[in-house]
């Protein structure tokens, strides 16, 4: 039975991971606020400025999920050390990444061969570790692109609700295109991958487009929101994309779904 070590398992991403993952391998996780995971021995604690040398010479794993948060610093350095660990023992690393790794570009979706290039921190600091993978030696790795995710209590729909019970104005974006994703179809996908030993460069996400302003008022009222205050944001005069889409047949028709799927599931339980 493989054995699979999540790094940030205890985050709203990992755990709908572990709950994917965890009847058909030998799974392990890490925690670090979360305390209430102290007693699973499945769970180990784990602080991101501290070495991960230890905990992977103790778990001795086949395959590493990074779905780990953190100061973007502290996250480099672990992962520099956590590449360098698997490429010397071939271990599979999976490292989850983001759509932003292209949000510069604005004039059409992107796909996984495409040249990366963003304005955002956050999306530069996904790049950063995308390339070092990318170099690798090891060719046995896969980066996992997603768009937005939403679900029940995911950190954009409790963000959300916190505005709007602090009547703060929700901001949308009215020329903005973009594409989504659930963590509970993420987390199926990264099921097929490990099974079929996939790798590469992989992109998740629903397989159609809405605009930025009715995937806002759609969720808000899916979850029976009425009368908001919205702040639109133009950040151009055009249509302008953050999307991802695929030119490979990566997954089953099962695994394929529409916005609309995402966010019918809202309310229900993950």
Same mark, same amino acid.
């Given at each position: ?64 999920? %990074? %779905? ?49 290039? %963003? ?86 996400? %629903? ?64």
């Amino acid at each position: 039975m493989k054995k699979i070590l999540i790094f940030g398992g205890s985050g709203f991403l990992g755990k709908a991971i572990y709950k994917e993952l965890n009847p058909f391998f030998n799974l392990h996780c890490t925690y670090y606020k979360n305390i209430i995971f102290k007693k699973n021995k499945r769970f180990h604690y784990f602080d991101i400025r501290h070495k991960s040398i230890r905990l992977l010479n103790k778990i001795q794993p086949n395959i590493v999920i %990074s %779905s780990i948060s953190g100061d973007f610093y502290n996250q480099i350095s672990f992962h520099n050390e956590l590449i360098n660990y698997c490429d010397l023992k071939k271990i599979k690393l999976m490292f989850i990444s983001s759509s932003n790794v292209f949000d510069y570009f604005t004039n059409f979706p992107s796909y996984e061969d495409d040249k990366t290039f %963003s304005n955002s921190i956050y999306g530069k600091f996904k790049i950063n570790i995308e390339n070092k993978i990318l170099r690798l030696k090891n060719k046995n790795w896969a980066i996992l692109r997603s768009p937005m995710i939403f679900d029940n209590n995911s950190p954009r729909i409790v963000e959300l609700k916190k505005n709007i019970f602090n009547q703060h104005p929700i901001e949308i974006f009215p020329n903005l295109i973009v594409n989504i994703n659930s963590a509970k179809f993420f987390a199926k996908q990264i099921h097929y991958i490990i099974s079929r030993n996939l790798t590469g460069i992989i992109h998740h996400g %629903s397989k159609d487009l809405l605009l930025h302003t009715d995937l806002i008022s759609s969720i808000l009222k899916k979850l029976n929101f009425e009368k908001i205050n919205y702040k639109y944001v133009y950040t151009t005069n055009d249509n302008r994309y953050l999307a991802l889409f695929s030119k490979k047949k990566t997954f089953p028709k099962h695994l394929q779904f529409g916005y609309d799927v995402v966010l019918n599931d809202l309310g229900k339980t993950l």
